[in-house]
């Protein structure tokens, strides 16, 4: 059974940082293109982040480009995402998935997340 656990996230300042981790199971983690994805209350998921299993090339959405970096070390099935210079609008519920889930079912949370509140 797939299953991630997020970790991580926190209350910051505007400006601040946080380092998400995402801890995988059941599955073959270095095989898989792996994403960041976030939820703000009352809103749908946003795709944050992706990083190639093969060569980590990695892909950001405008919103988070230039702040934020995604990084995997797959000796620990581990995913994270470095958040610099956060912004209010960064807050939400972050979680990750494999990017082929993602993109069939974009709705759907295979973890519980972790929360990111940036305080302004």
């Known amino acids: 059974e797939v299953q991630f656990v997020e970790s991580g996230g926190g209350v910051v300042h505007v400006g601040g940082s946080l380092r998400l981790s995402c801890a995988a199971s059941?599955?073959?983690?270095?095989?898989?293109?792996m994403s960041w994805v976030r939820q703000a209350p009352g809103k749908g998921p946003e795709w944050v982040s992706l990083i190639n299993h093969g060569d980590g090339s990695t892909n950001y959405a405008d919103s988070v480009k230039g702040r934020f970096t995604i990084s995997r070390d797959n000796a620990k099935n581990t995913l994270y995402l470095q958040m610099n210079s956060l912004k209010p609008e960064d807050t939400a519920l972050y979680y990750c998935?494999?990017?082929?889930?993602?993109?069939?079912?974009?709705?759907?949370?295979w973890g519980h997340g972790t929360q990111v509140t940036v305080s302004s």
């Open positions: 998935a494999r990017w082929g889930d993602y993109v069939i079912h974009p709705s759907k949370r």
């Open positions: 059941g599955f073959t983690f270095s095989i898989y293109d």
